[in-house]
């Protein structure tokens, strides 16, 4: 073998090496208990019981003091994230958001409503305070005035009717 021949044959293996180090793979379970593989670090709020494979620690399966917890109560065990659950929690949301705006859509026509029958019975009282002779039609389309009785308990009326607004 040449002088270059085994410099070129040590570059190799070197690099083979130095490459194997850099792939190093991380196995830890999550707070979902899904298992995650990547080639960095876990984040640090990760337990190190709950790292499966690390470059310098062997795979091993989950940790056995989890196992009793999800056994012992199925209900708090995680369910897997699949598109249909995501569209479903997507279309829940949407539901939810479409209700709350029409809710406050309808708040705001009864608000609406509401200011308007207060302004038309602030109208009418000071109509009625003011002494002007008013006028009602009956159901023959004929013409009566109010008496003196009539007008007070109108105005009783609609200071009732104004003890509801603001």
């Known amino acids: ?46 337990p190190k019981s709950r790292i499966l494979k690390s470059p310098n620690k062997q795979y091993t399966e989950a940790p056995a003091q989890d196992a009793p917890a999800t056994a012992a109560n199925p209900e708090q065990t995680p369910k897997p994230v699949t598109t249909a659950s995501r569209n479903a929690d997507f279309m829940k949301r949407k539901a939810e958001q479409a209700e709350k705006e029409q809710k406050a859509s309808e708040e705001q026509r009864v608000a609406g409503e509401k200011s308007k029958n207060c302004e038309r019975a602030r109208a009418y009282q000071r109509a009625l305070d003011s002494g002007v002779r008013i006028a009602n039609t009956d159901g023959n389309g004929e013409r009566s005035y109010l008496t003196d009785e009539q007008r007070a308990q109108e105005a009783a009326e609609a200071k009732r009717a104004l003890s509801g607004c603001q």
């Open 1 to 46: 073998m040449h002088k270059y021949q085994k410099k070129l044959v040590y570059t190799l293996l070197m690099s083979f090496f130095i490459s194997a180090s850099a792939h190093a793979q991380y196995v830890w379970v999550d707070d979902k208990g899904v298992k995650q593989f990547s080639d960095t670090p876990p984040p640090i709020s990760v």
